[in-house]
């Protein structure tokens, strides 16, 4: 598994990146939190495919997971679907020391950090994106939000996550559309970088579109 730091004066974690983090969440874990109570939120598309492996590593490590489903795209990353993951959340009384779990791409780990960062004044927020792009940028630096009438991310708050687990094995089941848009965003940090690390993404390019996943994690 590869690791990478992110340091800050208030809050520091780390960035797991490796295959097979969703269905071994349960391992991971009890480095980041000490509760038995586990909040997920994800969206209906997301939720389809992991949801049920990440709540069953959850339960074999003796977690007791409590998830809510939210509807997919960014019409529903609103003040609505924020009202449902707070009822769903509270009637299920979770508490401050109950960490959430973001399952999916950049407008789930948006909605979901934005509850975290608001719900019984803050809970441990920690990010599981699912999309390249959201790997290599929405679940980093706490960037949270939900849109409003006067415009995207018009509401939000900076709230680092306690952790993110970047499982690049999800990426398997990624529309081609979402994988370049994620390398997109790749090419961007490269170029920003050093020219080193954008010659070798020139040059290995075909590794990532044919999810070479040893490729995808190094990246």
């Keep these: 598994m590869s690791i990478v730091m ?8 780390g960035i797991s990146v490796r295959a097979g983090l969703i269905a071994g969440a349960g391992h991971v ?10 909040a997920i939120v994800t969206d209906k598309n997301v939720g389809a495919i992991y949801l049920e492996p990440l709540q069953a590593s959850l339960r074999e490590h003796g977690y007791e997971p409590i998830s809510v489903t939210i509807e997919t795209g960014e019409d529903h990353k609103t003040f609505e679907s924020v009202q449902k993951v707070y009822d769903q959340l509270l009637a299920a009384r979770i508490e401050r020391s109950t960490p959430m779990i973001a399952l999916g ?18 809970i441990p927020l920690i990010q599981m994106p699912t999309s390249l792009l959201a790997m290599v940028d929405s679940s980093v630096g706490g960037k949270t ?34 994988l370049r848009a994620g390398l997109a965003e790749c090419i961007k940090h490269d170029i920003i970088m050093d020219g080193e690390g954008f010659n070798r993404l020139e040059k290995n390019v075909a590794k990532a579109l044919s999810l070479d996943l040893e490729f995808l994690t190094s990246l």
């Excluded at 874990?29 to 586990?38: A, E, N």
């Excluded at 791409?105 to 803050?122: E, N, Q």
């Excluded at 939900?146 to 529309?175: C, R, W």
């Design 105 to 122: 791409g950049g407008i789930v780990g948006d909605l979901a950090g934005f509850v975290a960062a608001t719900i019984l004044r803050g």
């Design 145 to 178: 939000g939900v849109n409003h009438k006067a415009g995207k991310n018009m509401i939000g708050a900076f709230y680092q996550p306690a952790a993110v687990l970047a499982d690049v094995e999800s990426l398997k089941t990624l529309p081609a559309r979402e």
């Design 6 to 13: 992110v340091t800050l004066p208030d809050a520091s974690y």
């Design 29 to 38: 874990l009890p480095d980041i939190v000490d509760t038995r109570k586990v």
